[in-house]
Nanobody, 128 residues
Framework: EVQLVESGGGLVQTGGSLRLSCVAS????????IGWFRQAPGKEREGVSA????????YYEDSVKGRFTISSDKAKNMVYLQMNNLKSEDTATYYC?????????????????????WGQGTQVTVSS
């Protein structure tokens, strides 16, 4: 059974940091690029970051570039998102998604329409 499970969300102050984790199972992890997406109330789900399964190239949405870092541990079927200098605008539910074909949007993040498998999400709240 295909599963993607996110963890690491929580409440953090502006300027603080969180590290999100996504563990995958039930599919060929190395055949899929993994992305992080987020959705705030009243907004569309947007791509935040992605890591390509082929060569490890990383991608970032413009608003998080320089603050967030995506990485993977293939031996553990895991992908991480290190989030630093968090802002209130980062408050959202964060999802990881597996993509058999990675498409990058004009804003730099992964295209949500390319996701084949979704996790259930983890909440990130940044307080003032």
């Amino acid at each position: 059974e295909v599963q993607l499970v996110e963890s690491g969300g929580g409440l953090v102050q502006t300027g603080g940091s969180l590290r999100l984790s996504c563990v995958a199972s039930g599919f060929a992890f190395d055949d899929y690029s993994i992305g992080w997406f987020r959705q705030a109330p009243g907004k569309e789900r947007e791509g935040v970051s992605a890591i390509h399964n082929g060569d490890g190239t990383t991608y970032y949405e413009d608003s998080v570039k320089g603050r967030f870092t995506i990485s993977s541990d293939k031996a553990k079927n895991m992908v991480y998102l290190q989030m630093n200098n968090l802002k209130s605008e980062d408050t959202a539910t964060y999802y990881c998604g597996a993509m058999g074909a990675l498409t990058i949007s004009t804003s730099g993040g992964p295209d949500r329409y390319g996701v084949d498998f979704w996790g259930q999400g983890t909440q990130v709240t940044v307080s003032s």
